[in-house]
């Protein structure tokens, strides 16, 4: 080997390792300053405790649990249907039809769209198209404002594209010799996909779908508009009420108190609690993944 193949090999080396190192010093950079500020702040009393005194003071609890509520509805709405679209793609659909290259090319797309033009489309097509004529054929006024519900079902199309690539990655991953093995045995092609290729693709599906769920547990500006508020005594009693979020409590601690410099603890353990929810999920998906590998 040529002396400037080994100086080009040993720089590409150097480059990759710096850059994984950098990653890495920046993700315990971002979780140590956290921790120094507001890691005393995270207390029982602070996850438990509803916010007091234009949330200046108190705890978090309806964020909390509102964002539970609403990764749960979202994980409920958007995991099946974009499973079952992946399914179609790499099952049923010719891959060089007009229309597999048409939903691939809105997946696509669908992916690169900021977040703030979901939650406008949220109001537009949620609320004030479905929402308003739910409630003009129920003769309700429930479901033509912001809520848990709307909230969720944007999210879950903000996810979808995730859900969908991860989904179709695990389901080409599984060997094409399995699949004509199960059908020159007489299995149908549905018993084939359901006995053969979903449990081969179990793992990298719950993975897909728990970091869609993850990116979704943190995102603000796309529920902006279709149903986080401000600030609630109350839990939702429904999924057509209003809600608080982790994300958008953060937002409001940091821009729209009356004192932000006295909300600045707030705001570091609320950061915590947030990054630890997100960190919890992806554990949770690594959990998953190794007991089903381990069977």
Do not use: C
């Amino acid at each position: 080997m040529s002396l400037n193949k080994r100086l080009l090999g040993f720089f590409a080396v150097l480059l990759a390792t710096t850059a994984a190192i950098a990653v890495v010093g920046i993700i315990l950079g971002m979780f140590g300053t956290f921790l120094f500020n507001g890691g005393t702040g995270v207390t029982w009393t602070f996850l438990t405790e509803f916010p007091r005194n234009s949330n200046t003071e108190g705890g978090i609890f309806p964020a909390l649990a509102g964002t539970t509520f609403l990764v749960l509805l979202m994980t409920i709405l958007g995991v099946p249907i974009g499973t079952a679209t992946a399914i179609y793609l790499t099952e049923f659909a010719k891959q060089d039809s007009w229309f597999a290259r048409s939903v691939r090319f809105a997946v696509n797309t669908l992916a690169g769209v900021p977040s703030i033009v979901f939650g406008l489309f949220g109001v537009g097509f949620f609320i004030q198209f479905m929402g308003t004529n739910i409630d003009g054929a129920l003769g309700t006024s429930s479901f033509g404002d912001g809520s848990l519900l709307w909230s969720a079902a944007t999210l879950a199309v903000l996810t979808l594209p995730v859900v969908i690539v991860a989904v179709e990655e695990s389901l080409k991953a599984v060997p094409r010799d399995l699949r004509e093995a199960s059908l020159a045995l007489g299995a149908t092609r549905w018993q084939t996909i359901t006995k053969v290729v979903l449990p081969n693709s179990v793992t990298g599906i719950l993975t897909g779908s728990i970091l869609a769920v993850g990116r979704g547990a943190g995102e603000v500006a796309a529920i902006l508009f279709v149903g986080v508020t401000y600030s609630s005594e109350v839990l939702p009693n429904a999924v057509t009420e209003k809600f608080m979020h982790l994300g958008y409590h953060l937002f409001v601690l940091s821009t729209q108190s009356p004192d932000v410099d006295k909300t600045l603890p707030l705001q570091y353990a609320t950061t915590i609690v947030l990054l630890g929810l997100t960190f919890l999920l992806n554990l949770t998906a690594i959990l998953i993944r190794s007991r089903l590998r381990k069977r």
